[in-house]
Every structure is written in structure tokens, then in C-alpha cells.
């Protein structure tokens, strides 16, 4: 696209004198810093006694939404999976989209695909499962229940982000008694006003600004 004067191509100088390297320091004395994060490493805490930890490339990088970039209004995990590990096995539901993305981790093809994943769509009697063999993209529209997930076979590397549109990972679950409870995660990250204890997903952060 080209106008008189105007032209896409053509490289834009910045403008402004500023340039960062993301310290502490710096997040303080600029305007956008606050918008700008750096993935910690991460390393998955065991879900349930007896399973295996070595299903997942350690390290993972997660963006925990907004107690990371204030004003978040979304998630997402990067992981890749090197074994068969039954990931999700409670159904549950969100307030929120989520999307679920599978590709092959044999860099730089992301369609060198060899693995069978199940998942499941929807509850009871409606409930669909799809087997997944092929790079996949899965929408799971606010409020449709979804799951298991269960990695069954992986023959070649798979990176999995699961994408949920909520500040904070969490989903909403039916217990038996009829009941329904909401459980969020926000990973193994030590508490942003004190640093001597760990997350417990409390939700304070969620309300902090970008720009304060
Ligand atoms: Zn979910």
C-alpha cells in the first residue's frame, strides 16, 4: 500500500529517545514498562501423587495474565509434551473462551505432528470426544463443558498452549453434592507484596493498573 508521502515499506524512526533493558529500574521510570514482561522459568509441580514429572520439557514458560502484565484479561501456557500424560481429567467449565492449540515441537516444521491426543467437547449425553493426529486448534466457548484431555500417545515432540481468556487460569467445577466451585491456579510464583510466600491465588494483584 502506497500513498503520496506514505508508504508501508519504508521504515518508521521511533521517535522518542528512550530505550530499555527491562530492570526494575527501568519498569519504574517508563510509561509502558509495565507491558513489557520477561518469562520466568518455570517448572510444573507434580499434579498427583505417583505421576511421572518428566512428560514436559522443563523449563515451561507461562504467561499468568494479569498479575504479570496488570489489566490482562487472558493466559497462556507453553509446554511441550515428550510422554503420554493424562493431563486434564475432571470436567469443568470457564466464564470465559478458551482455546486449546497443538502443534509439533520438532522445530522449525510445527506440522512434523506424531501423537494421539483425546479430548473431550460438551457432558453427559451430548459429550463428543475428538481424537486429535494433525496440528489443531480447539475453541471452547464460555460456559461449554469440556474434558478429559489425555495425551495418549506421543511419538514426536507436541507444544500445547491452552489460551483462557479470564486475568487469572482457573475453571469452575461440579461436585457431587450439586454444588459447583471455582479453583484457580496461578502457578509456583512467590506472592507480589511478600515475597516470603507463594501465590495462593487470592486476586489482589488482578485489580493493579498498567499505568500506576
Ligand atoms: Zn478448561
Redesign the pocket.
Known amino acids: 500500500m502506497a500513498e503520496k508521502g506514505f508508504d508501508l515499506r519504508t521504515a518508521q524512526e521511533p521517535g522518542g529517545e528512550k530505550k530499555y533493558i527491562l530492570t526494575e529500574d527501568a519498569k519504574k521510570e517508563s510509561k509502558f514498562g509495565k507491558l513489557v514482561f520477561e518469562f520466568p522459568q518455570e517448572r510444573n509441580e507434580v499434579v498427583a501423587e505417583g505421576d511421572p514429572e518428566d512428560f514436559v520439557v522443563k523449563p515451561q514458560a507461562y504467561f499468568r495474565g494479569a498479575s504479570q502484565i496488570p489489566g490482562s484479561e487472558f493466559n497462556q501456557s507453553y509446554q511441550i509434551f515428550v510422554k503420554p500424560f493424562f493431563l ?1 481429567r475432571i470436567q ?3 466464564a470465559k473462551d ?1 482455546f ?1 492449540v497443538f502443534l509439533g515441537a520438532s522445530f522449525p516444521n510445527v506440522f512434523d505432528f506424531d501423537a494421539r491426543i483425546e479430548f473431550t467437547l460438551g457432558k453427559g449425553e451430548e459429550a463428543e470426544t475428538y481424537v486429535i493426529t494433525k496440528p489443531t486448534i480447539i475453541r ?1 466457548p464460555a460456559g461449554v463443558y ?2 478429559p ?1 489425555n495425551f495418549k500417545e506421543i511419538n514426536k515432540p507436541v507444544l500445547f498452549l ?1 489460551t ?1 481468556f479470564t486475568p487469572m487460569f482457573g ?1 469452575i467445577y461440579d461436585l457431587p453434592d450439586g454444588k459447583t466451585m471455582e479453583m484457580y491456579y496461578n502457578g509456583p510464583v512467590q506472592c507480589k507484596y511478600n515475597p516470603q510466600k507463594k501465590c495462593d491465588s487470592c486476586g489482589k494483584c488482578l485489580q493493579e493498573d498498567w499505568q500506576n
Open positions: 486434564d469443568h467449565r470457564h478458551e486449546l471452547i469440556h474434558c484431555l491452552a483462557l475453571g
